[in-house]
Nanobody, 118 residues
Framework: QVQLVESGGGSVQPGGSLRLSCAAS????????MNWYRQAPGKQRELVAT???????NYDDSVKGRFTISRDNAKNTVYLQMNSLKPEDTAVYYC????????????WGQGTQVTVSS
């Protein structure tokens, strides 16, 4: 079992920055891909950023060049640095862990609200 706890959400003006954190209850980065998803009101949950075991990252086109996913193995924490925020980035952001080996467990955090508004 893995618990994921997000923090760092809040309200910010367009063009501002926020850093989200996702703390895992134990060291899982050697066997889990870590993802950030978001879900805006009335929309489906969408994948925003991924960091795989080897450290390679991938981003949705809508956030490329503005968001950066990273991790701190010593702290069992994954981050999402969000810069140049836009109103369309407003959503609940969820941390997700996907085990790469069978059985393919997946875990979710509780979500953290990000609101971008002037």
């Amino acid at each position: 079992q893995v618990q994921l706890v997000e923090s760092g959400g809040g309200s910010v003006q367009p063009g501002g920055s926020l850093r989200l954190s996702c703390a895992a209850s134990r060291n899982i980065f050697s066997t889990y891909t870590m993802n950030w998803y978001r879900q805006a009101p009335g929309k489906q949950r969408e994948l925003v950023a991924t960091i795989i075991i080897g450290g390679r990252t991938n981003y949705d086109d809508s956030v490329k060049g503005r968001f950066t996913i990273s991790r701190d193995n010593a702290k069992n924490t994954v981050y999402l640095q969000m810069n140049s925020l836009k109103p369309e980035d407003t959503a609940v952001y969820y941390c997700n862990a996907e085990r790469i080996l069978s059985p393919k467990y997946t875990y979710w955090g509780q979500g953290t609200q990000v609101t971008v508004s002037s």
